[in-house]
């Protein structure tokens, strides 16, 4: 069939992915992706050939899905949350287009790391928000820090991916200096770690404290803008959309 899906798997739980997510697993040959995102749908690719891979692979997977896509066969490459957020869609489409193959690649879109998060925590993303990674690997850290200072002044809300890893242990920090040249160091500030699994740990904490907070890759952050509060029993975050009630 000469086809590849690249599938968001959404957040983790089974009860998250979309149908369309699920047909096009179901749709697959081949089922190719990131170790830790194939454990997520175990028990729903049963019979299915399953190629996985580490970290850092994400060229490797691509060849392989246009490789096997070629010999007629229909392929799913996932990724968790929805693909085209940091996921596999870009570099999938980018190397079809670079190599002119003749494959149909279809994009099924997943609940993203930052919609679940804040599903979790209320209502943050409420009004205008942007989404920053403060990974360094493919970006250059100073580019990075320019977009930290924009979205700053801005007063958008700010959900951070990556935000926090062994490799990049003050990169967190150093957003949160820069932020507080625009923001209070009241802004609420959420953290979810492992949002919609069953694992899932959820922080709300200021701006000022929120380094303070356990945080790692596993970790989405979302700070508030200057509108945003927390409800008085602390569990809530909401940045009002301005309805008059």
């Given at each position: 069939m000469n086809k590849i899906y690249v599938t968001g798997l959404g957040p983790g739980l089974h009860s998250h992915m979309t149908e369309e997510a699920k047909a096009s697993l179901e749709a697959a040959d081949v089922i190719v992706g990131y170790k830790t995102y194939i454990k997520l749908i175990e028990g729903l690719v049963d019979g299915k050939t399953i190629l996985e891979s580490g970290?850092?692979?994400?060229?490797?997977?691509?060849?392989?899905?246009?490789?096997?896509?070629?010999?007629?066969?229909?392929?799913?490459?996932?990724?968790?949350?929805?693909?085209?957020?940091?996921?596999?869609?870009?570099?999938?489409?980018?190397?079809a287009e670079s190599e002119g193959a003749d494959i149909d690649i279809e994009v099924v879109p997943g609940i993203s790391a930052a919609n679940a998060a804040a599903a979790t925590l209320g209502a943050p993303l409420m009004h205008d928000y942007c989404v920053i990674s403060l990974s360094d690997l493919l970006t250059d850290w100073d580019v990075i820090k320019k977009r930290i200072r924009c979205a700053g002044e801005g007063d958008f809300v700010i959900a951070l991916y990556n935000p926090k890893s062994k490799g990049r242990p003050t990169n967190i920090n150093t957003c949160q200096e820069i932020l507080l040249k625009y923001k209070s160091k009241d802004t609420p500030v959420g953290i979810v770690r492992n949002a919609k699994r069953e694992d899932e740990k959820m922080i709300i904490t200021t701006l000022e404290k929120m380094c303070d907070a356990e945080i790692d890759m596993f970790s989405m952050v979302i700070i508030g803008n200057s509108k945003t509060y927390v409800t008085k029993d602390g569990k809530t975050m909401i940045t009002p959309r301005g309805y008059q009630l």
């Open positions: 970290m850092r692979k994400e060229r490797d997977r691509c060849k392989e899905c246009l490789e096997i896509a070629k010999e007629g066969k229909t392929v799913t490459l996932v990724s968790s949350g929805d693909a085209g957020v940091y996921g596999m869609a870009g570099i999938m489409l980018e190397m």
